[in-house]
């Protein structure tokens, strides 16, 4: 997975060839840094024509990424409409809740606030931004438990370009955002790890599914097609593993 989109010379400069303790995170991290000091270089902004270029080309890629996931484990699955009921039930707790709705409210009065230009304004709208999604929540979880920092990569990609905005209208300080990520999805990873051994093949199968077709929702929306409120979704994520609790219990 290290060779996806050109990091198989970090991979192997950093742990020469096998997989390094939290390795996606790093490299995350390593990606909003590096695109903080870009996006400082060039402080007058980026035109929007190019913004728009380079979002299509991610949401692209979010799609292929996405779709890949969901079918690669859909022969794994051993509740062939499990998935189904996850999205279901998770959209419908998720729009009850209005997560989408409070998240982007809270985005957009921090980004409006004295005319967007406020340090510490960015910092908490780029901090949503960068930790609150199904890439940089199940991808730590995956990697902990499989090794695959495929989520994690494409994240680190999408934060680069994100880091890079950010910080050419806000300034260098927007690193301060980076070690905030390394925290948020260190948690993450930390709690996998922990629970590894209550984690089957058949329940992780499940959440690759489910949180595949949130990754193909993401590009969907980052390609201006459909808005489906991706972060409305993330009940999903607890729903088989609700199922495969239950089950242990009863059975």
């Known amino acids: ?94 729009t009850a809740l209005d997560i989408d709705g409070r998240f982007h409210r809270m985005v957009e009065r921090r980004a409006r606030k004295k005319d967007g230009r406020s340090l510490a304004d960015g910092l908490s709208t780029a ?34 370009v994100s880091s890079t905005v950010f910080a050419s209208t806000y300034g260098v300080g927007m690193v301060l955002a980076a070690p905030v990520l390394f925290c948020w999805q260190g948690l993450f990873y930390l709690v996998a790890e922990l629970s590894s051994e209550a984690v089957s093949e058949a329940l992780m199968a499940e959440l690759l599914v489910v949180g595949g077709l949130m990754i193909t929702a993401s590009g969907l929306s980052l390609l201006g097609i459909k808005d489906c409120k991706t972060l409305n979704l993330l009940p999903a994520l607890a729903v088989p593993v609700v199922w495969f609790a239950v089950g242990a219990a009863v059975g």
């Open 1 to 94: 997975m290290l060779k996806w989109l050109g990091w198989e010379f970090i991979g192997y400069f950093c742990v020469g060839k096998t997989y390094a303790f939290m390795l996606g995170t790093v490299v995350n991290t390593c990606a909003i840094i590096v695109g903080t000091l870009v996006g400082t270089l060039l402080n007058r902004g980026i035109k929007d024509k190019y913004k728009t270029a380079l979002y299509d080309a991610l949401g692209l890629a979010s799609l292929i990424i996405g779709l890949n996931a969901a079918m690669a484990n859909m022969p794994k699955s051993r509740f062939p409409v499990l998935f189904i009921l996850a999205l279901a039930v998770g959209s419908v707790v998720g």
């Open 127 to 160: 901090i949503l931004l960068y930790c609150i999604g199904p890439l940089s929540m199940l991808g730590p979880v995956i990697s902990a438990l499989n090794g695959d920092n495929t989520f994690l990569f494409t994240n680190a990609t999408l934060d680069f």
